[in-house]
Nanobody, 126 residues
């Protein structure tokens, strides 16, 4: 069983930055594709960014327009999301997820991911 724990959420003003972290309970996630999703209030869960299992590819949702950067530290089995120039519409619960099914691709479908964290709230005030 893989346990994922997110941290780093909080309340910020528009234009500020946050860095989210996701720590895994096992180094086996280093071979898994990993991603950040978010779920705004009253909306569906949506893909934010992902990194392949081999760590050589990343993918981003169009809405972030270069504001977000995903990275992983295989020594610490952590996944990070640096979010800059935050907007009120970025308000959501952010989740990290792991996909052990492929080392090469990055799925933007939440149904692909087998393991999920509990989520961390990000609130951006205007």
């Amino acid at each position: 069983q893989v346990r994922l724990v997110e941290s780093g959420g909080g309340l910020v003003q528009a234009g500020e930055s946050l860095r989210l972290s996701c720590t895994a309970s096992t180094l086996s996630v280093n071979s898994a594709g990993m991603a950040w999703f978010r779920q705004p209030p009253g909306k569906e869960r949506e893909f934010v960014a992902g990194v392949s299992g081999r760590g050589d590819r990343t993918a981003y949702a169009d809405f972030q327009k270069g504001r977000f950067t995903i990275s992983r530290d295989t020594d610490k089995a952590t996944l990070s999301l640096q979010m800059n120039s935050l907007k009120p519409e970025d308000t959501a619960v952010y989740y990290c997820a792991a996909d052990f099914g492929s080392q090469y691709g990055i799925s933007n479908l939440h149904t692909t991911y087998e393991y999920w964290g509990q989520g961390t709230q990000v609130t951006v005030s205007s």
